[in-house]
């Protein structure tokens, strides 16, 4: 045994074989080190270039997790023999996806529209702006919502700041990029801020997120803002993260406190659809 | 092969059993409530075999953890190491406790875990310390209990585990 193995009792000089914690000295200097890893990624964000491979390493954890869903899946289409038909199905459904969330689009694009009298023309919309990404894991963490998606396209170029889009709208906006997963901020998240214009009103201001299943709130909304109960709020495309007219939320509450200088509009997100496996990287 | 090795192998990959169980999503209310099989399996190794869990395992699955629940890196890593540090500190102590005092010192654990991930690191909410809101904080009342009431049979299957083929 070697030396500093055990202490020795000063009463009998026998050895006391007891176990050794870990020691403060390495406690400490792995506190330090952990708080300078956390200070450094909090100023600087550093975590975000490698997030997005970390992911890429942790693909093969999230898609054995998906076996057995598959496998069930699976044994319930035995029944189904025709493969040519379910490909077609397959296909079918994620142009479906695109259309729909087209047709959100082309729901206030009509409307600004004719307000404006432009020339229907004008709404080109292209099918190859999007990319299909298959849902890999959604963080539980209510405070700091995070979705993983894994977008398998050699051909496209994923960048951070696109965003992504659930067939209803807006749900949130890529932070990280790896090989081929994206790792996706909520517009939940607390940190995540959306440039939005209300449908009727047509009145500017800033969604910030509070967290999953929460509320959202539009921030420093002057008290003379005539924001409506009830209506939609569309992406304003300002800041050019996020493209015009998508839907975001709706406006749920909107309360005058005598001791805040601002509005409090409280705003409700897009249900997150837990059971949609796709969404789609708006790369254009 | 080496039993030191084999030993450490064995419980690397209980941990990452149990990072797989919790990866599994339920519903979003479920998954905020439900047990952190890791952390739990994490506390069970420190006090149980203090001698071979070194602050090496708190760096790597801390900073596995961050990535996978998308925290600031270095957030896990530092709250292992707490865990680390207190489960060996206090093993002795801990080992005889009854089992709903244990359960108690789980669900104190498991509280300030869920405060301390809430605290606001980002400043995204300049008014506030922290994100936690009421319903966080019900939330995370139930995730402790829940953890503090599993706490007593994944032991009891950690001890089959360890026993059967852990050779210390």
């Known amino acids: 045994m070697s030396r500093g193995d055990h202490k020795v009792s000063k009463i009998t000089s026998e050895a006391i074989f007891a176990v050794r914690p870990i020691t403060s000295t390495s406690f400490l200097i792995s506190l330090v080190l952990c708080l300078s890893i956390l200070l450094v990624d909090i100023k600087y964000k550093v975590s975000d270039e490698i997030r997005g491979y970390a992911h890429d390493v942790l693909l093969p954890l999230y898609k054995t997790l998906q076996v057995p869903g598959k496998f069930i899946n699976k044994a319930s289409d035995t029944w189904q023999t025709n493969q040519e038909l379910r490909k077609k199905i397959l296909s079918y459904e994620e142009d479906n996806e695109k259309l729909q969330l087209i047709n959100s689009q082309l729901k206030e694009l009509t409307t600004r529209n004719q307000e404006l009298n432009l020339v229907w023309e004008s709404a080109q919309i292209d099918k190859e702006a999007y990319l299909l990404g298959q849902k890999m894991k959604l963080s539980s963490n209510p405070i700091n919502p995070v979705l993983i998606l894994d977008v398998y396209d050699p051909k496209s170029v994923l960048l951070v700041n696109q965003p992504v889009l659930s067939k209803e709208g807006i749900i949130g906006k890529v932070i990280s990029v790896g090989l081929r997963s994206v790792e996706v901020m909520l517009s939940q998240d607390p940190e995540s801020l959306i440039p939005v214009i209300s449908a009727e009103s047509r009145l500017h201001a800033i969604l910030k997120g509070h967290g999953l299943e929460r509320k959202g709130q539009l921030i420093n909304v002057k008290k003379t803002a005539a924001f409506k109960k009830g209506e939609e709020l569309y992406s304003s495309g300002l800041g050019k993260v996020f493209p015009p007219n998508y839907l975001v939320g709706r406006v749920i509450h909107i309360e005058d406190k005598p001791d805040n200088e601002f509005l409090n509009i409280e705003v409700e997100f897009l249900k997150l659809p837990e059971e949609q496996d796709y969404f789609l990287v708006f790369i254009k | ?168």
Do not use: C
């Open chain 2, 1 to 168: 092969m080496n039993t030191d090795l084999k030993n450490y192998s064995l419980i690397s990959i209980s941990l990452i059993f149990f990072i797989l169980l919790d990866l599994i999503s339920f519903s979003q209310t479920t998954d905020q409530i439900k047990p952190a099989l890791f952390l739990l399996s994490f506390i069970y190794w420190n006090i149980a075999l203090p001698e071979r869990m070194n602050l090496f395992y708190a760096f790597i699955f801390g900073f596995l953890m961050d990535f996978i629940q998308g925290t600031v890196l270095g957030l896990y890593p530092l709250i292992l190491i707490f865990i680390s540090y207190l489960s060996q500190k206090f093993f002795y102590q801990f080992r005889p406790l009854k089992f709903i005092q244990q359960a108690v010192v789980i669900f104190l654990i498991f509280l300030v875990v869920r405060f301390l991930i809430a605290v606001d690191l980002n400043d995204s909410n300049p008014n506030s310390l922290t994100l936690a809101d009421k319903e966080y904080v019900l939330k995370s009342l139930a995730f402790a209990v829940l953890n503090a009431l599993i706490w007593s049979p994944l032991m009891y299957v950690h001890r089959i585990y360890r026993r059967k083929w852990i050779k210390t």
